[in-house]
């Protein structure tokens, strides 16, 4: 405890030296949130991103975060606690094999999930994230829809749409892992529990859930819920700030293994370290990020 009050005193000193922001995923460990200037869902910290005026962003979350943060706020300095923080899911679609599928389908249009790195979001047409996904796939004007990469969110949007969509085959490690079985045995013990999922859940669980959606949505569902039991099936992150909004209401984590270890890596050591030595730094070539930029804009112009 003495040694994390050092370490916020240390990096709020840092943090107006270098007139920094700290913006913070809900999934990164509670010591890094309770430092936070801004803590949200994919959505969210895009949108903080593009609108800050500090000159460094702290960007506290996976690659692809602090990547389009750099590619929506180009003439600032992007840094991250610790460039081994990726996505799995983000790394199972290419360039390489985008273009193949694209060339099958000139008719469609590329939507890509946020998460995805920013070569491939040059590929895309449209972003978006798991809380305007659906609306998104509306705002198109295409009946054929090239989908990547998670086919968990895919299937999901696509139970709303009557377009035609071609789901790549990607998955998040964390949410797909999660079960029928993980959620019936806990639905037994909780019969008055409320089931909420993230859309990256697979089709069978998302089908159990009394609500589903992105982050910022599972917090705003059980805050305004006069509910007091909710079996979570996202990321034990929110945990956190789901205990903070409503200390009188319980929830009870749908699996032990719902925990991203990328989102962890990140820890506040690393991120006094990263504003001390104003490293490691985002860098996305010109020619991607103008392009990738065309793709998030779009993406922010749909309301989540
Ligand atoms: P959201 O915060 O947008 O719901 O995304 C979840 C996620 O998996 C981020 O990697
Ligand atoms: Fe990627 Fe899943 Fe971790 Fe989100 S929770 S960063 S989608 S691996």
């Known amino acids: 405890a003495q040694r994390n009050a050092e370490l916020r005193e ?20 509670p010591e890094i949130q309770e430092v936070a200037d801004y803590i949200g869902d994919s959505f969210g910290l895009a949108q903080k991103a593009k609108e800050t005026d500090a000159d460094v962003i702290l960007f506290c979350g996976v690659h692809f975060m602090g990547e389009s943060a750099k590619i929506l706020n180009p003439q600032k300095t992007v840094i991250i606690p610790d460039e081994r923080a990726g996505c799995p899911m983000a790394d199972m679609v290419n360039v390489e094999g985008l273009r193949k599928l694209k060339a099958q389908h000139p008719n469609a249009k590329v939507v890509a999930y946020i998460n995805t790195s920013a070569d491939v979001k040059a590929e895309t047409y449209i972003c978006c994230t798991s809380s305007n996904a659906k609306r998104v796939i509306e705002s198109i004007d295409s009946d054929e829809i090239i989908w990547v990469p998670d086919k968990n969110l895919g299937h999901y949007v696509s139970q709303f749409t009557d377009k035609k969509m071609i789901i790549w085959e990607g998955y998040c490690n964390t949410h797909d892992q999660l079960s029928v079985q993980d959620i019936m045995s806990l639905k037994a013990q909780h019969p008055n529990a409320l089931v909420v999922v993230h859309p990256e859940c697979r089709p069978e669980v998302v089908a159990l859930a009394d609500y589903v959606g992105s982050t910022t949505g599972i917090l705003k569902y059980c805050r305004e819920s006069s509910h007091k039991e909710f079996i979570i099936g996202t990321e034990d992150g929110t945990r956190y700030m789901l205990e903070k909004d409503s200390p009188d209401k319980t929830f009870i984590f749908a699996s032990k293994y719902l925990v991203c270890p990328n989102m962890k890596v990140n820890n506040l050591k690393k991120c006094v370290e990263a504003l001390e030595n104003m490293k490691p730094e985002i860098y996305v070539p010109e020619d991607i990020a103008d392009k990738a930029r065309a793709s998030l804009e779009r993406m922010l112009a749909v309301a989540p």
């Open 10 to 29: 240390r990096l709020m000193q840092l943090k107006k030296e270098r007139n920094a922001i700290i913006l913070a995923h809900f999934y990164q460990r």
